[in-house]
C-alpha cells in the first residue's frame, strides 16, 4: 500500500529549477491521489507556460516512479493564484530584504571591471562564475553593463524572468546559475537609451528586487570605465570586491589603474588581476607568442601590490562560445583557457573575505 506520506517524501527531492528549493516547501504540490499503483500529483505552477513545466513534471513522474509498487504517475499541471505567488514571493523574498546588499550579507560579491571596453569582462564574469559553480558554489551572475549586455547572450538565457507577487523578481537559471541581465527583459537588437537615475533604480532593483536565495558568489559584469553604473555599484556594495580585467598593453593597463584607484577611494579592495589575451600559443610549434605585448598587468599589480590572478590565451573557442551560449569552462574544461578560469576561481575561493 502506497502511502501520501511515501509520496510526498519522494517530491520533497524534486526542487524548483529557478527557485532552488524543494517543491513541497514552495507550496507547488496541490494534490496527491493514490489509487492502487496509480499515483496522480497536482502541481502548480509559478506562471502560466512556464518554460520548465516539461522538466517539472518528468522529474515529478521519476521521482514518484522509484516508489516500489508504483505502476503509473500522472501529473497534473495547473497554476498559482496571485494571492499564492504573492505568499511566495513573501517566502523567497522575506521583508524585501536583499541577501547581496544587506549589512550583515555573506555572499561574496566580486565586480569584474576594466578600464576600456572590449577586453573580456563578460567573456571572464561568465567562465570565473561558472568555474565557482563547477566547484560546487552556488553562484549568482548579474550583468550590470545595462547598455551594453551581452552576458544573456553568453549564457543563452534569454527567457523572461519570472516575477512573483508585487515585484520579486526569479533569476533565470541557467544549469545552476542564477543569470539576471537587461537581455532577459529587452529584444537583444532594441537600444537602451536611459539616463543617469533610471540607470540607478534598474541596478538597484537587481540588487535588491530579485530574489537570489542562498547564494555564496554574485559575480557582476560591470561596463567599462569609472562612470554611473560603477559609482552605483559600490554605494550599494561596498564590502565587493574587484576583479580588474585588463589587455597585456601598456595603455590599456594605464587605464585599469584608474579603475583600481576609484575602487580604492571608494572603499572596495581589488582582489586581484586578469591579464586576458595574454598570449596566443601557437598550435604547430607550441610557443606561446605575446601578440598585444607583454608587461602592463604585472605592472599593475606590482603598483597596487594586488596579485596578477592568471593571464587568458587568445582561444578562438571563446568567441565561439560565446555566440552560442556555451562558455569554455562549460563546454571544454581541459583547454589552457578554461584551466586560467579555475585557477581564478579557486584562487577567489580561498582569498580570505
Ligand atoms: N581570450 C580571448 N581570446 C579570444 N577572444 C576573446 C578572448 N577574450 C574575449 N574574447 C572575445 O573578445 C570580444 C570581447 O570580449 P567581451 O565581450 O568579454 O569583452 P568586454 O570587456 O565585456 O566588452 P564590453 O566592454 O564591450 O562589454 C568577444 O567577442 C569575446 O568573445
Ligand atoms: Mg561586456
Known sequence: MITREQVMDRLATVMDPELHLPITELGMVESVHVDGGKVQVGVKLTVAGCPLSTRIESEVTQAVSVLSGVTDVGVNLGVMTPEEREALAARLHPHRESVVTAKDSKVRVVICGSGKGGVGKSTITVNVAAALQSMGRAVGVLDADVYGFSVSRMLAARQQPVVLGDGVIVPVDVHNLRVMSMGMLVNEDTPVMWRGPMLHKLLDQFLNDVAWGEIEYLLIDAPPGTGDVAISLSQELPKARVLLVTTPQEAAARVAGRVAQMAGKVGQEVIGIIENMAYFRCTD??????????????????????????????????????????????????SEAAQVFFKVAKAIDETDW
Open 285 to 334: 610549434c607550441g610557443k606561446a607568442h605575446p601578440i598585444f605585448g607583454k608587461g602592463g598587468a604585472q605592472r599593475l599589480a606590482h603598483e597596487f601590490h594586488v596579485p596578477l590572478l592568471g593571464q587568458v590565451p587568445i582561444d578562438p573557442q571563446l568567441p565561439m562560445g560565446g555566440d552560442l551560449g556555451e562558455p569554455i569552462v562549460w563546454k571544454h574544461p581541459d
